[in-house]
């Protein structure tokens, strides 16, 4: 799925929207209005850190269904909208990261549609590693080419240990990729040794800067920051989401089933009828 491309309420639509689409009975949302929203949020939810593409829906901030005022509208996934109905978000953090999309949304309508980076962190690409070594891979999901600067930012127990020595990085040393193509694939890079050692919560952060090469009156435009938790699994790690520990434990205990299931159905093996008897 690209950033042009996400679903709503099961139906995937490529941007513009129809004007065709009624949300559940209620008056239709004008579909520029939709566009709108969309192009500003960069065509993903709008709670920071969550980067969810699918299933997107409109709320309306001051709780009026049918007032379809851009300002009283913001797009959160399936998740969030209901979080912001249960009073879990409340009205004052939907109006705060209101104003937060409207500080971009000049640089929403220079960039059309918005750069997009899809960064993958995991304990295995091409080999099993191991901490503080991780393994991640960027790809450029945008049609322009980029200039890419990268900053890693390991949070341990609270904690930004932010510079890393590595310029790659640390925000340093920028990259050049063409559009629809890896920035790097199946690379790594290390945390320091206390990130392997210590007990504390560990999260990365990684944030990313970009410019066009061809554009560069366009200026850097930031892309939202991304996170993963890292958690400690039976046979390993791992940084969700990618791979829960729900997941891994689920897993382990289906492989150890299917182990426990192997030795009570194995045959025995029999002596053959002439040396059953001496």
Not at 177 to 187: H, I, L, Q, T
Request: aromatic share 8%; charged share 20%; glycine share 4%.
């Amino acid at each position: 799925m690209t950033a042009r491309h996400l679903t709503i309420r099961g139906q995937i639509f490529n941007a513009p929207l129809p004007s065709s689409i009624i949300v559940k009975g209620r008056k239709s949302i004008p579909s520029e209005i939709q566009t709108q929203l969309l192009i500003q949020c960069g065509y993903k939810c709008s709670v920071p850190m969550c980067n969810t593409t699918e299933s997107l829906e409109f709320h309306h901030i001051n709780k009026k269904r049918n007032d379809h005022r851009k300002e009283n509208m913001i797009v959160f996934c399936a998740v969030h909208h209901h979080q912001a109905h249960t009073r879990k978000i409340s009205t004052k953090a939907c109006q705060v990261m209101r104003q937060m999309l409207q500080k971009t949304e000049n640089v929403s309508v220079t960039w059309k549609p918005l750069p997009n980076i899809v960064f993958n962190v995991s304990q295995r690409l091409l080999r099993t590693l191991t901490l503080p070594t991780v393994g991640w891979e960027a790809y450029n999901d945008s049609p322009y080419q980029l200039k890419v600067r990268i900053e890693v930012h390991p949070i341990l127990g609270g904690r930004d240990l932010f510079p890393l020595s590595d310029p790659d990085i640390n925000g340093t040393n920028p990259y050049t990729v063409e559009p629809r193509m890896f920035v790097f694939a199946n690379g790594c890079f290390s945390l320091p040794q206390e990130c392997a050692t210590s007990k504390d919560e560990l999260i990365l952060e990684i944030r990313a800067t970009v410019k066009d090469v061809n554009d560069p009156q366009k200026g850097e435009h930031k892309l939202l920051p991304r996170r993963w938790k890292y958690v400690r699994e039976l046979n390993g790690w791992s940084y969700y989401p990618q791979q829960p520990i729900a997941y891994a434990r689920k897993h382990q205990n289906i492989t150890n089933n299917k182990i426990k299931n192997r030795k009570l159905n194995k045959p025995t093996k029999t002596l053959p009828e002439s040396a059953s008897h001496p």
